[in-house]
């Protein structure tokens, strides 16, 4: 009976990782340090003292409301490098980068 007793234990653990795991898992791989993001930035623009875009490697480009302190990931939607920035107000705005790459925004990046 102790035999059988240790096996339920274990059934039991077993079955709640297994529930646990499928809960709070995730798929791929998601950044963590440093946060937004770890890409080289090569130009960062501020068409007013609070809003500003900065631009990288890999497509990325950033956005700041507070002058910033903080910064949101925002999506290029190019892996190509991004080497410069420049908003007209803060939806309007243009950036280039490796390959010819030419983005332009009407929303701020939205």
């Not at 960062?44 to 497509?59: E, T």
Request: no cysteine.
């Amino acid at each position: 009976m102790k035999i059988f007793k240790n096996y339920s234990f274990i059934i039991i653990i077993s079955l709640s990782l297994i529930f646990f795991s499928s809960i709070v898992g995730q798929e791929g791989w998601y950044w963590q340090n440093p946060l937004p993001q770890g890409n080289n930035l090569h130009d960062v623009f501020f068409p007013f003292s609070n809003i500003g875009w900065a631009v990288g490697d890999y497509g990325t480009i950033l956005y700041s409301d507070n002058g910033g302190a903080s910064w949101v990931l925002q999506n290029s939607g190019t892996k190509n490098p991004l080497y410069s920035v420049y908003f007209t107000d803060a939806y309007n705005g243009w950036v280039v980068g490796l390959y010819g790459t030419i983005l332009h925004t009407t929303d701020g990046g939205w």
